[in-house]
């Protein structure tokens, strides 16, 4: 098993800190932004659009809290942690839509760079204005600054 504050060596030793920021892409896409809490846990988020419906401009906010578990995967080009959470978001257009998220992922912190690539999907529970699930998935790259 692998030790969280080496794990946490490792992420900080890719960038100076514990704050990542990027782009995702898939549905929806934006901004996508990362803080490390400690060595396995972390807030994440998200300020995106829908490219699903076009002539609807809809604003997407999300929220997570994750944890990741680094010992699935072990090879020599980084680190490859599988991240799983949950949280919550906001959609803002003629209806405000507000549910809960339960996201699935994994990340690549490429060996040497800080670098964070990810790919996720994630459950949702919608509950204002009606009852409804979907799914959003995406990949991405971050930034660690």
Known sequence: MINALIVATLISSMGSGDFELGVILGEPTGISMKLWLNGSNALDGAVSWSLRERG?????????YLWH?????????????????FGGRIIFKDKTQLGFRAPLGISWYLSGAPLDFFVEIAGIIDIVPETDFDLNAGIGIRYIF
């Open 56 to 64: 609807e401009d809809k604003i997407h906010l999300h929220a997570d």
């Open 69 to 85: 578990d680094f010992d699935l995967i072990n090879h020599e080009s980084g680190l490859f942690p599988l991240y799983y959470g």
